[in-house]
């Protein structure tokens, strides 16, 4: 037992304390997105220390070599500031690795001090060391606030900041916030825009970049991602689709604010109804019709659905990750006739309860949510002590909490740390959610054939 020292006592009230919390910071996030720019460093105005574990939290989870630069702090910078060593690791920066664009995030320590980025990005322009057409943009994603997803949402509104301008004209095209999502998500989506016969400019995209190809040759700067013109004709374009409000409302926004691009925010199409919703708005704000294409494809989840809806029926399940994820997901598991009972995100945010009780309609009134600093593995831990579930859904580190309890666990959101594959697979979309229901089905019914008597054991089920 792993978990032993977990209570089922929950009377005891927190107010100081997170145990195994269900977010990450923010500067992963940040970095994440940055990675979704071709030809861009992302860069780490902290320590030595953050850096490498950004990095490697997102090496791990996407099995690539993650790039990422950093202004190295020692004692001297957290006492005096960071001015010299971002001055410098710029020049370093442009001269040894030419990237159209670096990405600088601040850390916990850099926002302490009180280190004034664009005052410093301004200083390196005057002193020659960011070269003619190059670009610096900074987000500010201290991580004593937020959570990753937090930091994700703030590069994307700094890339809507220094990037998207409007022009004399408008272009036939439309902005795709895409939110937090695998890089497979993100292809997936743009392939559904296409179908739908739009043409979408995306960014971040970090598709092609943290899947891309063995092609025996060293790419440092992968093929994928937004280009720095998508990024700056966005301002043109017709309309905005942000994907997962907490991801994306706050850079569509901007867009419309800065640039006149008017935008609708919505959930992540993750499930039947959702994507129903992004096909429908796209259907509806560009006057275009859904191909057959896309209609056979949801017919053939709507089949997958009825095959498999008696296993599924009143099955209890356990969440946690990020509100964009968990808000979707809830209510395609409630379609599915399965109760998504807890809910956990330790990323803050007002409206997440209230976006899960939309998303339930009242048909799981036993549902339990919990947000913030306090709302953690530990406390879902407690709460299936108290009342187990039949399948838990989330990141890796729910894998304790699963053999303790003995109950499956489907890997989903972010990270993914002892597992391979799942960046190449979308889990959005029609085809996603098909991919989804195999994956949760399996699961319970792997268990079910571990654990039941011999004469159960069935070869049909
Ligand atoms: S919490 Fe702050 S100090 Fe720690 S790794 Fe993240 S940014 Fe660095």
Redesign the pocket.
């Known amino acids: 037992m792993l978990l032993r020292h977990t209570s089922a006592e929950t009377a005891v009230e927190r107010e100081a304390l997170t145990i195994n919390p269900a977010k990450t ?3 992963i996030g940040a970095m994440y997105a940055a990675l979704g720019v071709h030809n861009c460093m992302p860069h780490s105005h ?1 320590s030595q ?2 850096c490498s ?1 950004h990095r490697s939290m997102l090496t791990r989870h996407y099995k690539e070599p993650v790039m990422a630069a950093t202004s190295c702090f020692t004692e001297g910078a957290s006492v005096f500031g960071g001015q010299a060593n971002l001055l410098e690791a710029l020049g370093n920066i442009f001269t040894i690795y030419n990237p159209d664009v670096v990405a600088v995030h601040t ?3 850099s926002e302490t001090i009180g280190d004034d980025i664009p005052q410093i990005i301004r200083k390196a322009e005057e002193e020659g060391k960011i070269p003619a057409g190059k670009h610096v943009f900074h987000a500010n994603t201290p ?1 004593y606030a937020g959570s990753h997803v937090t930091g994700f949402a703030s590069m994307c509104t700094a890339m809507v900041r220094h990037f998207a301008r409007a022009g004399e004209a408008r272009k036939n095209q439309y902005n795709i916030l895409p939110g937090w999502v695998e890089p497979a998500d993100m292809r997936e989506i743009k392939r559904l825009a296409a179908a739908m016969g739009i043409t979408a400019v995306m960014f971040p995209d970090t598709s092609g970049i943290l899947d891309a190809p063995m092609t025996g040759q060293h790419e440092f700067y992968p093929a994928g991602g937004a280009s720095v013109e998508a990024m700056t004709s966005s301002g043109d374009s017709l309309h905005t689709f942000g994907l997962g409000p907490s991801c994306s409302a706050q850079a569509a926004h901007l867009l419309d604010t800065q640039c006149k691009v008017r935008c609708k925010v919505m959930d992540l199409p993750l499930g039947l109804h959702a994507t129903d919703r992004f096909i429908d708005t796209i259907r509806r704000v560009a006057g275009v019709p859904v191909p057959d294409e896309i209609t056979y494809e949801r017919g053939r989840l709507m089949d997958l659905i009825t095959d498999m809806h008696q296993y599924f029926y009143r099955k209890r399940v356990a969440l946690w990750g990020d509100p964009d994820q968990l808000v979707p997901l809830a209510g395609f598991l409630a379609d599915l006739d399965m109760r998504p009972v807890y809910l956990v995100t330790g990323t803050p945010g007002k409206a997440f309860e209230a976006r899960i009780e939309r998303a339930l309609v009242g048909r799981v009134p036993e549902a339990k949510v919990a947000q913030g600093a306090c709302a953690d593995m530990f406390l879902m831990h407690q709460w299936i002590k108290n009342e187990p579930v039949d399948l838990l859904i989330g990141n890796t580190y729910g894998k304790y909490i699963s053999r303790d309890e003995d109950i499956p666990l489907v890997r989903h959101g972010f990270p993914i740390l002892d597992r391979i594959g799942h960046q190449y697979f979308p889990t959005v979309g029609y085809a996603g959610a098909m991919r989804l229901l195999e994956l949760i089905l399996n699961a319970l019914q792997d268990k079910q054939d571990r654990q039941c008597p011999e004469e159960s054991f069935e070869l049909v089920m």
């Open positions: 910071c923010q500067p902290g220390g953050c574990y850390t916990c320590l991580s």
